[in-house]
């Protein structure tokens, strides 16, 4: 129902930036939000941070605020995380998601995923 596609991941040296970009074909409701997450291997998946479609409101995560930024366009289809001060730890599959009724913030909850994109920091 709803196809998610990310771009904009590579690889770069700690303490540069990067904004991935996520690109959805529909938001078929009028009430969801938009999560990023990341995956790093052996461990779980974890969220980034999410954005309220109907209000513009967001979420970001203790371990990235104040570097991590979310954000959508008005037509609600393609949303953005730009990442400044990227370090090491920041090393993942990121993956943009999509969860069609009233947001929450848990992996579990979202409805419909990207295939995910890679991002490497190097020391």
């Known amino acids: 129902q709803v196809r998610l596609v990310e771009s904009g991941g590579g690889s770069v040296q700690a303490g540069r930036s990067l904004t991935l970009s996520c690109n959805a074909s529909?938001?078929?409701?009028?009430?969801?939000?938009y999560g990023w997450f990341r995956q790093a291997p052996g461990k779980e998946r974890e969220v980034v941070a999410n954005?309220?479609?109907?209000?513009?409101?967001?979420y970001v995560a203790d371990s990235v605020e104040g570097r991590f930024t979310i954000s959508q366009d008005d037509a609600r289809t393609t949303i953005w995380l730009q990442m400044n001060n990227l370090q090491p730890e920041d090393t993942a599959v990121y993956y943009c998601?999509?969860?069609?009724?009233?947001?929450?913030?848990?992996?579990?909850?979202?409805?419909?995923w990207g295939q995910g994109t890679q991002v490497t920091v190097t020391s």
């Open positions: 529909r938001f078929p409701t009028r009430t969801g939000c």
């Open positions: 998601a999509a969860r069609t009724s009233y947001c929450r913030r848990a992996a579990s909850e979202f409805n419909y």
């Open positions: 954005i309220v479609v109907e209000t513009g409101s967001t």
